[in-house]
């Protein structure tokens, strides 16, 4: 049995060591989303949030490990968005949510719950900085604000 928890703490550090490299590249060579498909890409992104918050709370790294995995291509879009519409405060803002996606992730790996939780504080951080700055509220959801 004690093996059996070395392999998986080992698998788990590859896993989640994968997901740290993954985030590590530029925008996605594809089209950037359109302001119509930026938000199905917000709502998502409030979801998988909400299972990251879940599966710290609960000690499921595999779990966060796929979070993440689902998170990093979605920023890498939410990048490729503001940077064509040259918005260097956006673009900003949302490169310090691929670092605290990072950090949420050597959390993962090290299976810290403490490190983990503030990673996703400053992921919930950043999404509401970008929400303040660059979103506002229309009907029942949101927009981007004029000029942004």
């Known amino acids: 049995m004690r093996r ?3 392999h998986f703490a080992g698998l788990l550090t590859v896993g989640l060591g ?4 993954a985030g590590v590249g530029s925008a996605t060579a594809q089209d ?17 949030v909400g299972d990251v918050s879940q599966h710290i709370d609960n000690r499921y790294w595999p779990e966060l490990g796929e979070d993440l995995d689902k998170l990093f291509p979605v920023f890498r879009q939410m990048e490729a968005f503001w ?6 405060s956006a673009l900003g803002i949302t490169g310090e949510g691929i670092e605290a996606l990072r950090e949420l992730g050597a959390a993962g790996i090290a299976m810290e719950v ?3 939780q503030a990673g996703l504080a400053n992921l919930r951080a950043v999404c509401g900085s970008c929400h ?17």
């Open 4 to 6: 059996f928890g070395s």
């Open 114 to 116: 403490g490190p983990a």
């Open 32 to 48: 950037p989303p359109t302001e119509e498909e930026y938000g199905p890409l917000m709502a998502e992104v409030r979801l998988l």
């Open 83 to 88: 940077m064509a519409r040259g918005n260097e």
């Open 132 to 148: 303040e700055a660059h979103r506002e509220a229309d009907g029942d959801g949101f927009k981007i604000k004029a000029g942004s």
């Open 18 to 21: 994968l997901v740290l490299v």
